[in-house]
């Protein structure tokens, strides 16, 4: 059975950093595109990421260009999320998905996520 298992989440004050890790189960996704959405309570999921199989093209929401740094280490079937300079309008939970859509809907599977609290 496939699992996109998303760790690295926690509280951070404002101006912090802290790095999310997918790491998916029962297949390799190193072949795939991948991407990190998140959801903020009472919000739809939102597109924070995304990048090719390789890690030789990235691309991200104008709200955290910048900040956030998305990265992928094959030979460990983990991709990365690299968060600095935090907000707390970045404060929701994290998922990582396979796919190249930025559209949240398309996604039919999603892991449990990670929760990222950022205080002001």
């Known amino acids: 059975q496939v699992r996109l298992i998303e760790s690295g989440g926690g509280l951070v004050q404002a101006g912090g950093s802290l790095r999310l890790s997918c790491a998916p189960s029962?297949?390799?996704?190193?072949?795939?595109?991948m991407c990190w959405f998140r959801q903020a309570p009472g919000k739809e999921r939102e597109f924070v990421a995304r990048i090719s199989w390789s890690g030789g093209s990235t691309y991200y929401a104008d709200s955290v260009k910048g900040r956030f740094t998305i990265s992928r280490d094959n030979a460990k079937n983990t991709v990365y999320l690299q968060m600095n300079s935090l907000k707390p309008e970045d404060t929701a939970v994290y998922y990582c998905a396979a796919g190249s859509s930025v559209v949240a809907v398309e996604y039919a599977y999603w892991g449990q996520g990670t929760e990222v609290t950022v205080s002001s």
């Open positions: 029962g297949r390799t996704f190193r072949s795939y595109t």
